[in-house]
């Protein structure tokens, strides 16, 4: 009895086995590439597979991120490379550009960092290995202010970066443009993380006896309703980073007449 118990698992973990073997074979694809100069590593979806000439054998069929690189000679990168079933690619002979270094380090650990809308890791990094010329450089994190910088890398040169980023902290100058400028007052904002807690003081435009509800801090947005003490007279706003991390772009919307800024007029600028 339990011999045939025994020779019931067997069988069943081998059917398994030639399964998910046949499903790899069925379901993936392979490359075949060298590269000027040879000999550099090759990666695929940030996992190293040996040195070229090389061909790469049981990648999954969807779209890879090719990597290959030469320390001190060269990189190429390929983000959307399409592997299709039971299918060779041959990329031939790919010639390594020359490339430069790049380092984060800074604040808040485990911010993640994105070269030119591609995921390149977490504060910190150190020394990784960019192709040269101009890159766009995004650096985020919930419940901070993503920061936007173009760079510049320059061949066999290391470019270090030092990053803080900025959470909504601080006093910043609340006003509506659309032709005039109307002052909306000002906000004192304390953060801590998802947690914010916003102190208004209204002049010029909302001059009335106002109390700060409902305030939200997600991502890089905030929200909050301003409410008349008075009256009951509420309006919500809501402001977003824009390109300056010392500028939030929004929209107003005014709950008691039902008016909807559509273009996104409101602004926040902090103050300095």
Same mark, same amino acid.
């Given at each position: 009895m339990i011999s045939d118990l025994s020779n019931i698992i067997l069988g069943a973990a081998t059917f398994i086995f030639q399964l998910r073997i046949a499903y790899r074979l069925n379901f993936s694809g392979a490359i075949n590439v060298n590269s000027e100069p040879s000999g @550099? *590593?090759?990666y695929i979806n940030g996992e190293i597979h040996g040195r070229t000439p090389l061909i790469v054998e049981n990648i999954p069929a969807k779209k890879a991120i090719l990597k290959i690189e030469k320390p001190g000679q060269g990189i190429y990168v390929k983000d959307d490379l399409a592997i299709f079933p039971q299918? +060779?690619?041959?990329?031939g002979v790919v010639k390594l550009k020359p490339a430069g270094y790049l380092t984060i380090r800074g604040e808040p650990a485990g911010a993640e960092i994105y070269l030119d809308d591609r995921y390149l890791g977490k504060i910190p990094l150190s020394s990784l290995t960019i192709p040269e010329g101009r890159h766009s450089l995004r650096i985020s994190k919930?419940?901070?202010? +993503? &920061?936007?910088r173009p760079i510049n890398i320059i061949g066999n040169q290391n470019l270090t970066i030092d990053v803080n980023l900025n959470q909504f902290d601080g006093e910043w100058d609340l006003y509506y443009e659309s032709g005039i400028i109307y002052d909306f007052g000002h906000l004192d904002i304390v953060q801590d993380h998802s947690n914010?807690?916003?102190t208004y003081s209204g002049v010029g435009f909302l001059n009335e006896d106002k109390e700060i509800i409902n305030c939200k801090a997600s991502g890089n947005s905030i929200s909050f309703t301003l409410t008349d003490? *008075?009256?009951?007279? +509420?309006?919500?706003?809501?402001l977003?980073?824009? &390109?300056? @991390?010392?500028?939030?772009?929004?929209r107003l919307f005014h709950h008691d007449v039902g008016w909807s800024d559509k273009q996104g007029n409101l602004h926040a600028r902090r103050k300095k």
């Amino acid at each position: 009895m339990i011999s045939d118990l025994s020779n019931i698992i067997l069988g069943a973990a081998t059917f398994i086995f030639q399964l998910r073997i046949a499903y790899r074979l069925n379901f993936s694809g392979a490359i075949n590439v060298n590269s000027e100069p040879s000999g @550099a *590593s090759v990666y695929i979806n940030g996992e190293i597979h040996g040195r070229t000439p090389l061909i790469v054998e049981n990648i999954p069929a969807k779209k890879a991120i090719l990597k290959i690189e030469k320390p001190g000679q060269g990189i190429y990168v390929k983000d959307d490379l399409a592997i299709f079933p039971q299918d +060779t690619i041959d990329l031939g002979v790919v010639k390594l550009k020359p490339a430069g270094y790049l380092t984060i380090r800074g604040e808040p650990a485990g911010a993640e960092i994105y070269l030119d809308d591609r995921y390149l890791g977490k504060i910190p990094l150190s020394s990784l290995t960019i192709p040269e010329g101009r890159h766009s450089l995004r650096i985020s994190k919930p419940f901070y202010l +993503t &920061e936007n910088r173009p760079i510049n890398i320059i061949g066999n040169q290391n470019l270090t970066i030092d990053v803080n980023l900025n959470q909504f902290d601080g006093e910043w100058d609340l006003y509506y443009e659309s032709g005039i400028i109307y002052d909306f007052g000002h906000l004192d904002i304390v953060q801590d993380h998802s947690n914010l807690s916003i102190t208004y003081s209204g002049v010029g435009f909302l001059n009335e006896d106002k109390e700060i509800i409902n305030c939200k801090a997600s991502g890089n947005s905030i929200s909050f309703t301003l409410t008349d003490k *008075s009256d009951g007279d +509420t309006r919500q706003f809501s402001l977003s980073i824009s &390109e300056d @991390a010392n500028d939030l772009k929004g929209r107003l919307f005014h709950h008691d007449v039902g008016w909807s800024d559509k273009q996104g007029n409101l602004h926040a600028r902090r103050k300095k």
